[in-house]
């Protein structure tokens, strides 16, 4: 395989509405591929036609379009449909505050509904005893009334958490004492009396409290009453998908899990205050930029771009495809299994737009469980309609966002046993999208799984890389041997035992290896890291660590541009290390902030580590060694880096004067007692490689690393003995040079 760069995003200044459900993807990913890559480059631009066949993120679908291309969208689920519709051509920000204004001016008996519904969170300031509204009340689970309240007085100032008062437990009470008619009423409108889901639908609406619940319901049924245009009204709908979204009781507190997957009460939640939440909508709505043009099928949208929406299932459209768009590309981010978003769109949809916008996804109101043999054949399905669809030979550019070793496993087999070719994988870190394009091809007869090719690709992984790597990545370089070989799934194997048997042969195959290392207290294969003990460091730059690579093309790219902002740079490093050898972030920063300085919005190379300057200072380092040796009664001789002291002609100790942080190269080129002598700006640096690399790690226990520093505090001292001198150069280990860094 040809590894091509991981091209990199901005993440979004504002994730935007129900962002806790859909793909965390960075911005500008899509647009970059249209435009610079090899299958991209030629299958863009005016008139071209691309297929999301998933229509699981639409800010994806939004770039596209906005880079001058028409997109084809299935889009099943109602709300994320709606979403699309939204982003694409958002009403103007007067229309959303009116929609509020309007509805908020309702009467509720005597009262405006806006008074009414607040009045329901209403508590008193702890300090000023101020009537105030609650931003929102903290429940335990299983428990019928709130434990806290958090609020901001603006009498006094005063925020933050406080206990509940009797007040607000005797408020929240008796709002439950007619939950039962509201929740009939919800449910009511998502499915009939006399549906068979209607179970699913009662135990859905279980997530949400009476008040937020009895709020929403009120709310809901007045949309249909406001006498609103058109435009008014979608804004309204989508400040109520906000107000749904808060009402539920799988936000928990503290957000242990800000990207819930399951439909699951945390065992402490937050109840939040629904009407604030739809006053947030106003800045969570707020789009900038044009709009774009969007249809629903079968109408037409511009050859200069735009988005056409099918509402319904891939397999429905495929002879439509074939006779009327000649699609040049397919992109899309690959669904992961999410029951909780799944289950609440179609309850939402029912609540905004009736049990009819709910009847074509009711399927989601039924399954509670979505195991990763689930996913691989409803991708299978989705893979198989896509490759009958495309001629042979179209390519699919796919992100897997939260990537984990089931998903890819997941959607690599699915891809593979419907036919479709693997052309490149690049993967930066289990936080970052894993970038795939495949392409469509005539399925070929499944091989066998074979261990050895496994264990070959993993070894040779692990080569090229010089260091350890999280299992992610090393089950990664496996799947990218076994779908090459057409080996990921046999014919008469269901999905489940499929990837059952793949998870096997990728735990016998790295247990079973006495290449392989385990770094990890667990005997789980999926946890700590894995490294290979064939391939010892060597002082060759094509065999070094990832990490000493990378910081060698860093320091080598700031000294030829010396104002450098961190796109340049990351733009330098992922065409050299491309596919799974991707850098990290964190790593990138670590050698800039040990190398570099930030001055007006780029990276400049510090004065002390210009080259002129650091070779001053390696020879003001040896003469300050030697200055010691000599007052500890020691003969002194020296090469090109390592300077050693001497007593009756015998070496007693070693110093390899270093100006980088190359580890791995210090420890193949010296003796074990060596003393490996750093800069102070390169500890953290040091410090940071020790904590991503256990073997590194491991080989330097036995050995001393010291600083600049150290040593010339050291010259200092009035009384230096050589047991002092021993004492001294172990009370400054390299470990308590962490700061604050990222560690992915």
Same mark, same amino acid.
């Given at each position: 395989?040809?590894?091509?760069?991981?091209?990199?995003?901005?993440?979004?200044?504002?994730?935007?509405?129900?962002?806790?459900?859909?793909?965390?993807?960075?911005?500008?990913?899509?647009?970059?591929?249209?435009?610079?890559?090899?299958?991209?480059?030629?299958?863009?631009?005016?008139?071209?036609?691309?297929?999301?066949?998933?229509?699981?993120?639409?800010?994806?679908?939004?770039?596209?379009?906005?880079?001058?291309?028409?997109?084809?969208?299935?889009?099943?689920?109602?709300?994320?449909?709606?979403?699309?519709?939204?982003?694409?051509?958002?009403?103007?920000?007067?229309?959303?505050?009116?929609?509020?204004?309007?509805?908020?001016?309702?009467?509720?008996?005597?009262?405006?509904?806006?008074?009414?519904?607040?009045?329901?969170?209403?508590?008193?300031?702890?300090?000023?005893?101020?009537?105030?509204?609650?931003?929102?009340?903290?429940?335990?689970?299983?428990?019928?009334?709130?434990?806290?309240?958090?609020?901001?007085?603006?009498?006094?100032?005063?925020?933050?958490?406080?206990?509940?008062?009797?007040?607000?437990?005797?408020?929240?009470?008796?709002?439950?004492?007619?939950?039962?008619?509201?929740?009939?009423?919800?449910?009511?409108?998502?499915?009939?009396?006399?549906?068979?889901?209607?179970?699913?639908?009662?135990?859905?609406?279980?997530?949400?409290?009476?008040?937020?619940?009895?709020?929403?319901?009120?709310?809901?049924?007045?949309?249909?009453?406001?006498?609103?245009?058109?435009?008014?009204?979608?804004?309204?709908?989508?400040?109520?998908?906000?107000?749904?979204?808060?009402?539920?009781?799988?936000?928990?507190?503290?957000?242990?899990?800000?990207?819930?997957?399951?439909?699951?009460?945390?065992?402490?939640?937050?109840?939040?205050?629904?009407?604030?939440?739809?006053?947030?909508?106003?800045?969570?709505?707020?789009?900038?930029?044009?709009?774009?043009?969007?249809?629903?099928?079968?109408?037409?949208?511009?050859?200069?771009?735009?988005?056409?929406?099918?509402?319904?299932?891939?397999?429905?459209?495929?002879?439509?495809?074939?006779?009327?768009?000649?699609?040049?590309?397919?992109?899309?981010?690959?669904?992961?299994?999410?029951?909780?978003?799944?289950?609440?769109?179609?309850?939402?949809?029912?609540?905004?737009?009736?049990?009819?916008?709910?009847?074509?996804?009711?399927?989601?109101?039924?399954?509670?469980?979505?195991?990763?043999?689930?996913?691989?054949?409803?991708?299978?399905?989705?893979?198989?309609?896509?490759?009958?669809?495309?001629?042979?030979?179209?390519?699919?550019?796919?992100?897997?966002?939260?990537?984990?070793? @089931?998903?890819?496993?997941?959607?690599?087999? #699915?891809? +593979?046993?419907?036919?479709?070719?693997? %052309?490149? =994988? $690049?993967?930066? *870190?289990?936080?970052?999208?894993?970038?795939?394009?495949?392409?469509?091809?005539?399925?070929?007869?499944?091989?066998?799984?074979?261990?050895?090719?496994?264990?070959?690709?993993?070894?040779?992984?692990?080569?090229?890389?010089?260091?350890?790597?999280?299992?992610?990545?090393?089950?990664?370089?496996?799947?990218?041997?076994?779908?090459?070989?057409?080996?990921?799934?046999?014919?008469?194997?269901?999905?489940?035992?499929?990837?059952?048997?793949?998870?096997?042969?990728?735990?016998?195959?790295?247990?079973?290896?006495?290449?392989?290392?385990?770094?990890?207290?667990?005997?789980?294969?999926?946890?700590?890291?894995?490294?290979? @003990?064939?391939?010892?460091?060597?002082?060759? #730059?094509? +065999?070094?660590?990832?990490?000493?690579? %990378?910081? =060698? $093309?860093?320091? *080598?790219?700031?000294?030829?541009?010396?104002?450098?902002?961190?796109?340049?740079?990351?733009?330098?490093?992922?065409?050299?290390?491309?596919?799974?050898?991707?850098?990290?972030?964190?790593?990138?920063?670590?050698?800039?902030?040990?190398?570099?300085?930030?001055?007006?919005?780029?990276?400049?190379?510090?004065?002390?580590?210009?080259?002129?300057?650091?070779?001053?200072?390696?020879?003001?380092?040896?003469?300050?060694?030697?200055?010691?040796?000599?007052?500890?009664?020691?003969?002194?001789?020296?090469?090109?880096?390592?300077?050693?002291?001497?007593?009756?002609?015998?070496?007693?100790?070693?110093?390899?004067?270093?100006? @980088?942080?190359?580890?791995?190269?210090?420890?193949?080129?010296?003796?074990?007692?060596?003393?490996? %002598?750093?800069?102070?700006?390169?500890?953290?640096?040091?410090?940071?490689?020790?904590?991503?690399?256990?073997?590194?790690?491991?080989?330097?226990?036995?050995?001393?690393?010291?600083?600049?520093?150290?040593?010339?505090?050291?010259?200092?001292?009035?009384?230096?003995?050589?047991?002092?001198?021993?004492?001294?150069?172990?009370?400054?280990?390299?470990?308590?040079?962490?700061?604050?860094?990222?560690?992915?």
């Amino acid at each position: 395989m040809d590894f091509q760069p991981y091209i990199p995003g901005m993440k979004p200044a504002d994730p935007g509405p129900l962002s806790r459900f859909l793909p965390p993807l960075e911005e500008g990913v899509i647009s970059a591929w249209l435009s610079t890559q090899p299958f991209g480059a030629a299958h863009s631009g005016p008139g071209t036609w691309l297929l999301d066949p998933f229509g699981f993120s639409p800010r994806l679908v939004l770039e596209a379009a906005r880079s001058g291309t028409r997109v084809l969208v299935t889009a099943n689920n109602p709300i994320t449909r709606f979403l699309l519709e939204m982003f694409a051509n958002p009403p103007p920000e007067s229309e959303f505050i009116a929609a509020l204004a309007d509805l908020g001016a309702v009467k509720k008996g005597d009262e405006r509904l806006a008074g009414h519904l607040q009045s329901l969170y209403l508590t008193k300031c702890e300090k000023c005893n101020q009537q105030i509204y609650a931003n929102a009340f903290l429940w335990r689970k299983g428990e019928d009334a709130p434990y806290a309240r958090i609020y901001e007085c603006k009498h006094c100032g005063d925020s933050g958490e406080h206990p509940a008062t009797e007040e607000d437990i005797e408020r929240a009470k008796k709002i439950a004492e007619t939950d039962a008619l509201h929740r009939t009423r919800a449910f009511e409108k998502v499915v009939a009396l006399n549906d068979e889901d209607r179970f699913y639908a009662e135990e859905a609406i279980q997530y949400y409290l009476p008040r937020p619940l009895y709020v929403i319901t009120t709310i809901v049924n007045r949309l249909d009453s406001l006498n609103l245009s058109a435009e008014r009204k979608r804004a309204l709908t989508a400040l109520i998908l906000i107000a749904c979204d808060a009402g539920n009781t799988i936000w928990a507190h503290p957000a242990e899990r800000p990207r819930p997957k399951q439909l699951s009460t945390p065992s402490q939640f937050r109840e939040h205050n629904v009407w604030m939440a739809l006053e947030r909508g106003l800045t969570l709505w707020s789009e900038t930029g044009s709009t774009v043009p969007c249809e629903a099928w079968p109408k037409k949208i511009p050859e200069s771009g735009g988005i056409c929406i099918y509402e319904g299932r891939l397999k429905d459209l495929a002879q439509l495809v074939k006779k009327e768009i000649p699609i040049s590309a397919v992109i899309g981010s690959v669904p992961r299994p999410n029951q909780a978003f799944w289950t609440l769109s179609a309850l939402w949809a029912g609540w905004l737009w009736g049990k009819e916008a709910v009847e074509p996804y009711k399927v989601a109101l039924r399954r509670r469980r979505y195991d990763w043999a689930w996913n691989a054949t409803a991708l299978h399905s989705a893979f198989n309609h896509l490759n009958d669809l495309l001629p042979d030979g179209i390519p699919f550019f796919a992100l897997l966002p939260e990537p984990e070793p @089931s998903f890819l496993t997941s959607a690599f087999t #699915a891809a +593979n046993a419907a036919g479709f070719s693997l %052309v490149n =994988v $690049a993967l930066r *870190t289990e936080h970052d999208p894993v970038q795939v394009t495949w392409k469509s091809s005539k399925k070929e007869k499944p091989q066998t799984a074979d261990a050895a090719l496994l264990q070959n690709s993993i070894q040779e992984y692990l080569a090229s890389r010089g260091e350890p790597a999280s299992y992610l990545h090393v089950h990664t370089a496996g799947l990218i041997a076994l779908a090459e070989a057409n080996a990921l799934k046999q014919p008469e194997h269901e999905f489940d035992e499929a990837l059952r048997k793949t998870n096997a042969l990728f735990e016998s195959a790295l247990k079973n290896d006495e290449r392989f290392v385990h770094y990890s207290t667990g005997e789980n294969v999926e946890t700590g890291m894995w490294g290979s @003990s064939t391939s010892p460091r060597s002082g060759s #730059a094509q +065999n070094e660590s990832l990490s000493d690579q %990378v910081e =060698v $093309a860093i320091v *080598t790219f700031l000294q030829k541009n010396q104002h450098a902002i961190y796109l340049e740079v990351e733009d330098e490093l992922n065409p050299r290390f491309t596919g799974l050898l991707t850098p990290s972030k964190g790593l990138i920063y670590a050698v800039l902030n040990s190398y570099a300085e930030k001055e007006s919005g780029g990276w400049k190379l510090r004065a002390e580590d210009l080259s002129s300057a650091r070779r001053n200072e390696l020879n003001n380092i040896f003469i300050l060694i030697e200055a010691i040796g000599k007052r500890l009664e020691y003969k002194t001789s020296r090469d090109d880096k390592t300077l050693t002291w001497f007593e009756n002609g015998k070496p007693v100790r070693s110093f390899y004067v270093m100006a @980088s942080a190359l580890l791995g190269r210090a420890l193949e080129t010296t003796a074990p007692d060596t003393i490996l %002598v750093i800069p102070g700006g390169r500890a953290a640096l040091a410090a940071y490689k020790l904590q991503r690399d256990p073997a590194l790690a491991a080989q330097l226990k036995t050995r001393r690393v010291v600083k600049y520093r150290l040593l010339r505090a050291i010259l200092e001292v009035p009384i230096l003995t050589r047991d002092s001198f021993e004492e001294q150069i172990a009370s400054d280990p390299v470990e308590k040079s962490t700061g604050q860094m990222m560690m992915f």
